[in-house]
Each structure stands twice: as structure tokens, then as C-alpha cells.
């Protein structure tokens, strides 16, 4: 039993990222990004309910997008991969995901494939820059290649005891976070890392397997736990993943910024911002920083130009 639902996610994930991995500017006039809250202190199931409620119709609109791409045969298995999901995704995270399902009148199955594809797929870059003043801007951009994601795009205040625990801006349905906030304490984003050994069925299986943490859940964890920067770096470095990655971080504090290079047990690289000797700002993509990036994906140097143009 296993090594079908290993199969079938294996299945599922390519069957997905096939066709959906070319990422395009979105369309139509921009708005603001609106803001809604998450209560830690809710029932897990209860969690998403306002999120979910206000983008109902979009979020369905995406999420029939992905599901279409899923061979009809692997449909019936999604369940089964989600009664496993236990080896793999804690308890409160697979209550949300039941909860949310609900919500949005749908089978969890079809809501688990949805948090796996963001977990596959994503071609971005980070920037992490001190101003002379010792404070930092962390920036980044998220690319994925479905249609709709802008009409889901929101921004988290996650709460606990009436205060702000930790930020984040996500897509409705998406239940981890790529990109967050620990408001006076430290920032994180993340870029794939593409290796010999980060294929699909690499992932599912480290995943399923090796207890490999997901990137969007473990980040949501450590917003939640680690105190400040000095905390959160050693445990960006050390837990076990289930892909290789890029993990930006900024701090609060002058020297507190740093790019880590993932191998999925250990950190092969941190790459720190070292304004005294002129290194006041890094900028990741999607390639090792000590690697030229190819020519047909080179938005390094065009982001370094102008970084460079400016001052801190």
C-alpha cells in the first residue's frame, strides 16, 4: 500500500507540474492584497474559515485548474494519500486541510493536491538588502504558471491571545507559507533548488519514507517558535527537508541577513550580508550562488545591476 500511494503521489506531482510550469505576468488592473486572520487558538478546522468564505469562488476556479491536469484514474487515491499524510504533515496542519476542505465544499484529497503542487513548483527570486541605517528590506517575487492566482492572493495575520504571532502573504488554499514575517524579529522566503536529486519522485519519497519536513509547514513552525534571527538560522540549516532549496532569511538587527543552501539533511552553504565589505545585499534565484546561471534564465545579473546602482 505504500508504495502505491508513493506512486501516486509521484504520479500526481508530475502530472501537474507537466503542464503547469511556465509562469506568465498576471492580468488585469492591480489591487491591494487584502489582509485576514488566522486565530492559532481556533479549533484547526475552524482556522481558515473566513480566508476560504471570502475566496470561495476563485479558490475552486484554481483549484479545478490543477485538479484538471490529474489523470482521472489517480482521483480515487487522493484520500488514501491524505489518511497517510500522517508520516508526513502533523496533525493540526491535516485538520486545516480537512477543515478548509469543508469550507469549500470539496473532497480533501483534491485540497491536498493543491498544497502539494505549490509545494513542486516555484521559480523565484529574493533579495535581502541592509540600509545604512542597519535595517533590512527582504524582497521577493513567486512565480507559478495557473491561471487565477492573483484573484487568491492574501495576506495572513496569524494570531494567538489577541496578538500577532507572525505574517505572511499566501494563495487561499495554500495552507504553509512561502514567504513570512515575525514582526520585529526575522523574515523568510524560500527558491526551488532544482539538483540531480530533487526530482519528483526524490521528493515523495524523502517525504513519505525519511520524514522529510515540508517547506511551507516547517516555515509556519518556525515563525510560530523561534524567538528572533539567531534562533531561526541554525534550524534553517539543520532540519531534515523533504527537496533541496534556497532559504532567505533576514533579521532585525545589522549582519542579520543570509541565503542557505539546502541539500535536504544539511546545509551546504550560508551566504551571510556583509555590508563592512561592501556585500550589503544578496539576491538568490534558482541556481547555487557560486554557480554562473545559464543564459536562458539569467535574472541574477540584471537584479544585481540594479541593486548595485543604488546605495544602501
Known amino acids: 500500500m505504500v508504495l502505491k500511494l508513493l506512486v501516486c503521489v509521484t504520479a500526481l506531482l508530475a502530472s501537474c507540474s507537466h503542464a503547469l510550469t ?13 489582509w485576514y486572520a488566522v486565530n492559532l487558538d481556533a479549533a484547526p478546522k475552524d482556522r481558515w ?15 479545478a485548474t490543477i485538479t484538471s491536469q490529474i489523470p482521472a484514474h489517480l482521483l480515487p487515491y487522493l484520500e488514501k494519500v491524505l489518511d497517510f499524510a500522517e508520516h508526513f504533515w502533523p496533525l493540526q496542519i491535516r485538520e486545516e486541510l480537512q477543515g478548509a476542505a469543508a469550507t469549500l465544499g470539496v473532497d480533501a484529497g483534491l485540497l491536498l493536491a493543491m498544497n502539494l503542487y505549490y509545494e513542486l513548483n516555484s521559480g523565484c527570486t529574493s533579495v535581502v538588502a541592509q540600509h ?35 505574517q505572511g502573504t499566501t494563495y487561499a488554499g495554500y495552507l504553509g507559507l512561502l514567504t513570512g514575517v515575525k514582526p520585529g524579529a526575522f523574515s523568510l522566503s524560500v527558491d526551488e533548488r532544482d539538483t540531480k536529486n530533487g526530482t519528483v519522485w526524490d521528493n515523495a519519497f524523502e517525504a513519505i519514507f525519511e520524514g522529510g519536513h515540508s517547506i511551507g509547514f516547517f516555515y509556519r513552525e ?42 535536504r539533511n544539511v546545509a551546504v552553504d550560508t551566504w551571510t550580508i556583509d555590508a563592512a565589505s561592501g556585500r550589503w545585499f544578496l539576491v538568490e534565484t534558482n541556481y547555487d550562488h557560486w554557480v554562473a546561471p545559464p543564459a536562458s534564465d539569467d535574472r541574477r545579473d540584471p537584479t544585481n545591476e540594479r541593486m548595485n546602482a543604488l546605495s544602501p
Do not use: C, W
Request: proline share 7%.
Open 132 to 166: 545604512e541605517d542597519g535595517s533590512f528590506y527582504h524582497g521577493r517575487n513567486l512565480d507559478y504558471g495557473v491561471p487565477g492566482l492573483q484573484n487568491i492572493t492574501v495576506n495572513v495575520n496569524f494570531t494567538s491571545n489577541g496578538e500577532v504571532v507572525y
Open 222 to 263: 518556525t515563525l510560530e517558535t523561534a524567538k528572533d534571527y539567531t534562533a531561526a538560522l541554525p534550524l534553517l540549516q539543520s532540519t531534515h527537508m523533504d527537496s533541496p532549496s534556497y532559504m532567505i532569511i533576514a533579521g532585525a538587527q545589522a549582519g542579520e541577513g543570509a541565503v542557505v543552501t539546502r541539500e
Open 49 to 63: 474559515t473566513e480566508v476560504l468564505q471570502a475566496k470561495k469562488d476563485d479558490t475552486l476556479a484554481v483549484l
Open 22 to 34: 511556465t509562469p506568465s505576468p498576471a492580468v488585469g488592473p492591480a489591487k491591494p492584497v487584502e
